[in-house]
């Protein structure tokens, strides 16, 4: 029975055993030739590591490099064909290939709570094709693009530079799924190339600021962060106050559109008043794991709906002692990421703001997902940029670094397996339901199920919820108004069919018969309601699709 329901793919999973074997090998290989030059130069203290620039790197080197890097592309390129997208990719996607006109864009973007810039690239895309398979593509060449600028053109060492690529933020996180987070990367690291280089490209500094504030909320705090670094590194540099303080004040007026942007309009559903009503005291506790969700993000590979989950907080129901070692993980983690940078004040300052930042804004909006968390390892991983193009990392602590790495490394192993195997989302197999339904009948979709049909049939679709035909979800206050009216399914069908003229139509929703009957029980009462086929067993468990029919009794 759950060979039926669940679409497996079998794929050989030793290939990533394969992968992570070979980087590891490779990653050991360098750690001896290290020692070796470490002990010749009777220096034991400190890694001997480029203080400006990338490492040179000699032919062997670079051949090395460009393997790693083939190597994860191929293995990202894989990866991204064995994932289904699912709604918040495809609803981004619908958004943009539905706005009329880049005016009409940044409205609708509005509503979004993010900021337009990867919109903007899905709509530019969108002018060309509207295949979901180039979407997908345009995000495989943004994460390359961020990969290969750890491999050639960062300090690190070589092992670092061959162990990054393959973790569980940079394979799987922000490489698979096509969002805004991947664009956030590049920009942090091209940022991170002028810092360190302390160039006087003013110009091209603030380009680059202001288009990380506009990838993500908290590509805005990773963006401020990064030009606090940029503050302090004028003032090392003897930079007269009134520079500084005229570089704060160009800084803030680069970052105000970003906020600008996320702020909703003031018929959102997403507004403060909303936000508000659903805060409790469970977002403190959020704030409390960040730090493990974001060094350890290893999922409970064992839970078939994995993704966004901890081994170790899942693990504390069954092991009490988890109870108390969990707590203490993350002030730990927090005191080890600071004990690694407090040697470089700047380095330091950066990571410390970028988290208290995110603190705060944890407050207000939960970063309880692991594409939340990862942020506070990627401004970690750029104060560490930073920091080893100023000076190398003493030998006692590079060893924790190379620690939190390997984490890294074996968080993406059972990521990577379980999303090969089995379906992410079974929206792509919307159209083997929809051509279960007759020519001659009519059909109707949920408000939640609109995105899958708008993405895959590529056309506007009449709403039950809505009682409407749409093309894209907006969060407005037509949203709010949905959830707080009585009987929404009913009363689409109803008014649907008497618009039609009919007595029977099929439904396309999210909903489960259980689910659906406990959403909208006059439904029940007042037709027959069939299930005609599903699509279960998606890893994310919103990505399921239910066909009914439904006819008057």
Known sequence: ???????????????????????????????????????????????????????????????????????????????????????????SWNIAKGSTSFINLLQNTRYEGHPPLWYTLLWLLSKCTHSLTCVQVLHWFIAGTAVYLLLFRSPFSLPMRIVLPFGYFFLYEYAAFSR?????????????????HNRKQSLLYYLLLFLLSNTHLLGLVLAAALHLYYLLQ?????????????????????????????????????????????????????????????????PAWWNYHWWNTTFLLNSSTTHPALKLLNPLLSPGLLLLACFILRNNRKSLLLFAANFAASCAVSLIFPLNSARYAGFVFIAFIAALWLYQATRPIAANRVKYVYALLCIQLLAAIPALARDWQYPFSNDYRVHELLQQIPAQEKAVTDYWALNTISAYADKPFYCADLQKEVAYILWTSEFSAMLHRPHPFYNGVKTYCTQQGIQQVYLLSVLSPVQLQQADALLFTAYKVNLVDKREGAIEPGSNLYLYKISGQ
């Open 1 to 91: 029975m759950k060979q039926s329901i669940i679409h497996q793919r079998q794929v050989p999973v030793f290939a990533v055993k394969t992968a992570v074997y070979t980087a590891t090998h490779h990653v050991l290989l360098s750690l001896k030739a290290m020692r070796r030059r470490q002990h010749s130069c009777g220096n034991p203290n400190h890694m001997t590591t480029s203080t400006t620039t990338a490492i040179p790197a000699s032919r062997q080197t670079r051949a090395l490099l460009w393997g790693i890097f083939a190597v994860y592309l191929l293995l990202l390129a894989h990866t991204i064909a064995h994932h289904e997208l699912w709604a918040d990719e495809l609803h």
């Open 234 to 298: 004028q003032g090392e540099r003897q930079a007269a106050r009134r520079q500084i303080i005229l570089q704060a004040l160009a800084g803030m007026l680069v970052l105000l559109p970003a906020l600008c942007f996320i702020a909703p309009p003031s018929n959102s559903e997403m507004n403060a008043g909303f936000w508000a009503s659903h805060w409790n005291s469970r977002q403190l506790l959020t704030l409390v794991q960040l730090p493990q969700r974001a060094f350890i993000p290893i």
């Open 180 to 196: 805004n987070y991947a664009i956030a990367l590049v920009l942090a690291f091209c940022l991170c190339l002028l810092l360190q």
